[in-house]
């Protein structure tokens, strides 16, 4: 029953994934209109063979609106669990292997972190960087390098004292070695699960900040900013949010799933 559920987990995952890769790449190269062109006597209308899922209140085709968004919501996640996932792993890896005061300093470093609403973290950044591409990338970033701190600073206490460690030590092995030659590739699985895991709730958080106008500005088309922008004529028009709301809903649920499916293999 186990491997049924870890099987539907990858395959459905793998599948939705399959499918927002599709798009995102077919958007590099192919888009069916320009996703800036407003057309006035086309405003709302209905998804037809020319639009395939409508336009919006300017005219504009949503189909090539959410290809276009799809590559900047993945960038923004991918650069943001890259970073915070190296940087929180080398804090994790230090502050379990150190112990005593560093290991106290980066945990009560990392809770600090984790005790800040997103949301307000963003309203700070923004702030203090203005409101960009970048100055996203860095709230999420730092709000998510607690979350690999603690993986990786759990699984360094666990292997730390393994027989294999010591003896290691024994034989004068260096330090730097010991933690990315003997301890670090026992580390990868979690590593790798929490990272897809990572990708869904960046996605999430940066359709969320760009709902809330936090995110990636016009005329960049953003998912978040589509479904934020569809609110007022939701009833008139309601493929305007759904077409945004639905990429949305299958890109996180396809990250989700793979994430879980690793986890549990590695169980």
């Not at 998804?47 to 395939?52: A, G």
């Not at 600090?112 to 591409?133: D, K, R, Y």
């Not at 030659?181 to 026992?186: D, K, R």
């Not at 996605?203 to 088309?221: D, H, N, R």
Request: charged fraction near 10%.
């Amino acid at each position: 029953m186990r491997g049924r559920i870890i099987n539907f987990e990858l395959r459905a995952g793998a599948l939705l994934a399959l499918i927002i890769g599709g798009i995102t790449l077919t958007g590099l190269f192919f888009l069916p209109h320009d996703y800036n062109a407003m057309d006035s006597e086309k405003r709302f209308d209905s998804p037809s063979l020319s639009h395939p899922m409508g336009t919006d209140n300017f005219g504009r085709d949503i189909l090539s609106r959410i290809m276009v968004g799809a590559r900047y919501t993945l960038l923004v996640a991918l650069i943001t669990v890259t970073g915070s996932a190296a940087i929180g792993s080398a804090l994790g890896l230090f502050s379990g292997f150190s112990g005593g005061v560093w290991d106290e300093l980066i945990m009560r470093g990392a809770d600090t972190l984790s005790s800040f609403p997103g949301i307000l973290l963003a309203l700070v950044m923004v702030a203090l960087l203005g409101n960009s591409h970048g100055t996203l990338i860095i709230a999420l970033l730092i709000l998510f390098i607690p979350s690999f701190t603690r993986i990786m600073r759990n699984g360094m206490l666990q292997y730390k004292t393994r027989d294999f460690v010591l003896a290691a030590r024994i034989a004068g092995v260096s330090y730097p070695r010991i933690i990315f030659i003997h301890i670090f590739p026992n580390l990868v699985p979690p590593l790798l699960s929490a990272s897809v895991l990572g990708l869904s709730n960046a996605i999430l958080a940066e359709s969320t900040m760009s709902y809330l106008g936090l995110g990636i500005q016009p005329p960049t088309p953003s998912w978040g900013r589509m479904l934020s922008e569809s609110q007022g004529f939701l009833f008139n028009a309601p493929w305007c949010a759904l077409a945004p709301g639905l990429m949305i809903i299958m890109t996180v649920l396809a990250f989700h799933y793979l994430g879980e499916g690793l986890r549990a293999r590695d169980l």
